[in-house]
């Protein structure tokens, strides 16, 4: 086609390319921590990366599928159960475990997909939500993990993650660090392929990406388990750093899945660079408010409602608005052969 | 040959009998306008055909094979393309992009291999020095022909348009018959729905003329226009 020939298509700008030096800066300051910082600085830095790739999962769900779901917690635990049972009944090492969690949350992704893909708007929100209180409910039954008060990872288990105490926190923190960046580029990579395409149209018009060629509601189903799957993960992730796992905890709507909307929203939904901003926000105000107790909770309210008020795209929107910065583009851009704009 | 066929097709909200016991064709090849009031039924048959609504009763056919249980977006990929009355633009994906859509979903092409295709639509439609705006920043006018772009991008082998020529002036609507006569010279068949009369017999070789929901007349263009019965609603429709 002579049209091939006269245009080309791009999505890297000018300031991506610089963005990816900040990204990397990034990385490498969380990677090494081991180097800069002591246990508790480690800890804390496997704290952010997974909540960074919870919301990372939980943007994908509800920024470009338009799933907004409060049930994310239902992966959390059932992935940390996950970790326990493999572990514990099955004998499987505890790394291996990680995956398998991830296969076992994408199992039961499915079938509760089907249950709640039924519901639109606030009843698929309520619906994922009583979803996960069903499963927190049942493993409270489960006598065998300990019922309601739940059950710690034997000694034998812990260590066979690694000999010693700082070589387990290592490989925790390698982990913790190498879900972050991987989901991150998951998201990145899913939104740049043409699924990236049929989700962007999905979260802006069902009615026309439909029209058009899409297959919503499969569209929806893969990126629910993937979100599930990963969730999943991270939650296994999550009980191998605190050894210890518990209905109410394991399934908590407030941990999992209340703070998580507020990082995308006050970061920015619907973009990839929302999580990050989000997940610093959400850190800094935490270390400062944490002393505070519930007032810590309400002031976290506050700031959610004022963002959505004032600048629904949240502080990336407006960063990327004023200053035209896109870290991670994702926009295909039309170009004559000789890089002017058509 | 028949290329869309409706059985008896019947569809309601509530008590509202929208589309009753509707029977229609569409020919290779062949241009079809529709018009009746608002409210008749015009943009419901239309999602009977695309797959947006289901039928209460009655069959759809397509090529030849029975599509009424098939979903809208499978009726796009066999060649059934549409444009919105009110339109659906994908307002956080730029103009290039939504036509993008429709090109790789509605072909199943590579992405890559779409970009030429949908640059040559975004030329012969007017959208190209629009191609990397957001589409929620077009106006009301861009947005329709961005309508018509994104159907077309998705490769159709029949273009459902609905009411695309409304708001435009003369000499827009002048351009706007020629683009459409253009797609079909270039094979695809038409149903068009339309208000502007003289735009719509222009264009097409029959007409089918819907009063709440039922089908009153279909034939020739003039003798339609001509017969008593529209003649007292397109009165109607003047008057309003
Ligand atoms: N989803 C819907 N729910 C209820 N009523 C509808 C719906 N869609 C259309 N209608 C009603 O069906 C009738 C026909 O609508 P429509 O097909 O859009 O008419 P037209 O395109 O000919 O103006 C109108 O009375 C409209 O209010
Ligand atoms: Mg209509």
Known sequence: MAETAQYRVATATRTSRAGLFVLLAGVVFLATTPLWGGRAEMRLVVEFCYFLALAQMWNLLAGYAGLVSVGQQAFVGLGGYALFVFSIWLGVHPLLALPLAAVAAALFAIPTALIVFRLRGAYFAIGTWVTAEVYRLSFAQVSDLGGGSGMSLPIGVIKAVAGSRSERELVVFAIGVAVAVASTGIVYWLLRSRYGLGLTAIRDSEAASESLGVNNFRTKLYVYVLAASITGFIGALIYLQKFRIAPDAAFSLIDWTAYVIFIVVIGGIGRIEGPIVGTIVFFILREFLADLGSWYLMILGLVAVVVMLRAPQGIWGLLAARFDLHFFPVQRRLYRRDGSPP | MPQIELHNARKSFGSLVVTDDFSMHLDEGEALGVIGPNGAGKTTLFNLITGGLAPDSGRIVFDGADITALPAHER????????????????????????????????????????????????????????????GSLSLLERKRLELARALASDPKVLLLDEIAGGLTEEECLALVDTIRDIRAGGVSIVWIEHIVHALLSVVDRLIVINFGVKIDDGDPHTVMNSTQVQEIYMGISAE
């Open chain 2, 76 to 135: 796009c990929r066999r060649g059934i393309g549409r444009s919105y009355q009110i339109p659906h633009p994908f307002i956080g994906m730029t103009v290039f992009e939504n036509l993008l859509v429709g090109a790789a979903f509605g072909t199943g092409k590579p992405e890559s291999q779409c970009y030429g295709p949908c640059a040559e639509i975004l030329e012969k439609t007017g959208l190209i020095g629009k191609a990397n705006t957001l589409a």
